[in-house]
């Protein structure tokens, strides 16, 4: 009888700390900070008890610790067949699996699988606590909803393409055409271009890549949509931004024309004119009264400019390459 209850409370206990285990696993992998040594130091407090009462001869100690050392052998050699480098945030843990090609995936903290590893990578969303972004080879990148626990922007897919702007009580937000939503209503508005969104947020105005993700933040106090670029203003002084929402040029010029040509900016600063191109590198430099673009072979650039009639004028070309000089008193 005696030997009968010492079996079944040695399985009981295998059973529990294996559960504990499980649990433990995935969790303390991704602690930072002195506690993470609590769930060792329990069980290692405990098997040290038990080994006293084993040396005494005392059965309770064997039933503690023969359980804890089978527990402890079985759940390590699980766990590191599983998994290595878990990364906890929110309901969800992404972790690498040893069996699968360093393929990584989704579980939860009791460490049962939520996404099979699968994907050469996986990352957790920076713009909402709900989705993970996951990765493959040759197939780009992909949204998974950890609530759904399925893909709700599928692999290769854009926003700008598979989703839409939705209003709710006056703030905007982003969602798939299915009705999952992407970006949370939070925004002023968000004006959806060929190439990123632009979102206003504190009377500010930002960009969003196709992905969601956020290029600039909103710091920018107007903007202008020119196409292939786009104008911002800050602080009263405008730069450029690309047609994915980048900061190419910063806003430090007094105006800035875009001229018929995608490359070349006419710029001001103060007083005086200048040219750059599409990377805000410097063409012409802003030593000029006035500048004015001709197809024919470039730039018409004026210096000492009093009128209409007063004025000398360089031809430069495209490039910036002085090409002829001249100077006007309103007499030929």
Known sequence: MKKTIIIIFSILFVVLFFIIGMFFWPLTAYMVGWYVYIPPLIIAVVSFIALILCFRKSKVGIMIFVPLLICNLLDFSFCMYRYRDCKFHGK?????????????????????????????????????????????????????????K??????????????????????????????????????????????????????????????????????????????SFIFVEKNREWGILDNEGKEIVSPKYSAIKKIVRDDRFIIRSGDKYGVIDEKGHTIIDTNYDAIYYDSGYGFRCYYNWEDINIYDKIKRDINGKYLEEETYDGHW
């Open 150 to 227: 399925a893909i709700v922007l599928p692999f290769g897919q854009s926003l700008l393409t598979f989703a839409e702007v939705f209003e709710d009580y006056g703030l905007y937000g982003i969602m798939t055409k299915k009705g999952d939503v992407i970006i949370e209503p939070k925004y002023e508005m968000i004006e959806q271009l060929p190439g990123c969104f632009i979102v206003k947020y504190n009377n500010k105005y930002g960009t969003l890549t196709g992905e969601g993700q956020i290029k600039e933040k909103p710091q920018y106090d107007s903007y202008s949509n020119e196409g």
């Open 92 to 148: 969800a843990i992404i972790v690498r699996s040893l069996s699968i090609h360093n393929k990584e995936g989704l579980a939860n903290p009791l460490g049962i699988n939520i996404l099979t590893p699968d994907y050469s990578d996986v990352q957790f969303c920076s713009y909402n606590d709900e989705l993970v972004e996951v990765f493959k080879y040759g197939q780009g990148k992909a949204l998974f909803s950890i609530e759904q």
